[in-house]
């Protein structure tokens, strides 16, 4: 079974991939992989194995 999780990041003007790619991995590294990328990165879906 899956689970998921919608962010709605805040990343500023300044440094805006830096900040993107830290999130990312900072998910990653809980174990949630990138499902969809909103156009303009105004929300982010992530998605995981429930019983890992």
Same mark, same amino acid.
């Given at each position: 079974? +899956?689970?998921? /999780? =919608?962010?709605?990041? /805040?990343? @500023?003007?300044?440094?805006?991939?830096? %900040?993107?790619?830290? &999130?990312? #991995?900072?998910?990653?590294?809980? @174990? *949630?992989? &990138? %499902?969809? &990328?909103?156009? @303009? *990165?105004?929300?982010? =879906? &992530?998605?995981?194995? +429930? #019983?890992?």
């Amino acid at each position: 079974m +899956k689970e998921y /999780k =919608v962010i709605m990041p /805040k990343l @500023g003007l300044r440094n805006r991939y830096q %900040k993107l790619e830290d &999130l990312l #991995n900072q998910y990653a590294r809980e @174990g *949630w992989n &990138l %499902k969809h &990328l909103g156009e @303009g *990165w105004t929300n982010i =879906v &992530l998605e995981r194995d +429930k #019983n890992r």
